[in-house]
C-alpha cells in the first residue's frame, strides 16, 4: 500500500513516556485557561499573528485533504457595521420569537442578548466559510467529504492556536448566516459556519463562572 512513490518519509519527533505525561499536561494545563469573550477592546494587533493562527487551523485534517475552508477577515469598519445590524436583526428574532423558553432557561448564565457591540469593536472578525464541493477547472462541480467534520477540527485548531497566541475569541452563530454570505460576497459552493471575533479583552472584563465536567463524566473505559 505504501509502495506509492507519493508517499514521503514521516521522520516523526518522538518523546519519552515522562516527557509526554509532562507535555500533555502542561497542554491542558494551558488549554483549561482558554475562556470565551464577548466584550473586546478595540486594540489592534498585527496581522501577522493572525495569519499564523489561520495556518495553523488549516494544518487540521480534512476530508481526502480536500481541505474545504475559507478565513474571511474582516478588518473594514463598513462591513463590520453591516454584519452586526444583519446578525442584530436576526438575533432579536431569536430572543424573541425562534428560540424555546428552556433554551433562552439555559442562556440566563451567560447574559446573552441580540445586541452584539463585539462584532464592531473587535479588531478583527473571522467569518469560517466551509466549501459543500469545490469547483474544477471548466466549472464542473467536485465533491468534498465530512466538510462538517473537517471544518469543525479546524476551527478546534483555530482556537486553541487564537489561545496559544494570547489571544481572545468568541464562536458566534448569528442564525441564520446565510446574510454573511451575500456581505462577503463569497460564491456558491462556500456556506458561513462560524462567526468569530478576535481581540483582547476590554477592562476589568468579566466571564461566567463555568464549572467544566470532571474527566469521570466524559469518559467511558472499556
Ligand atoms: N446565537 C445567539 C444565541 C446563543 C445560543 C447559544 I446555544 C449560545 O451558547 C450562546 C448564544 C447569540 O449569539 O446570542
Redesign the pocket.
Known sequence: MQSDSSFIPLNPKTYSNEEMVERSRLYYEQMDQRRSVREYSDQSFPVEILENIIKTASTAPSGAHKQPWTFCVVTSSEIKSKIREAAEEE?LE?YSRRMSDSWLED?KP?G?DHIKPFIEVAPYIVVVMKHSYEFGDEGEKLQNYYVNESVGIAVGFFLSAIHNAGLFALT????PMRFLKKILNRPENEQPYLLIPVGLPSDNVRVPDIKRKGLEEIIERY
Open positions: 438575533e431569536n442562556l451567560f446573552t458566534h452563530t448569528p442564525s
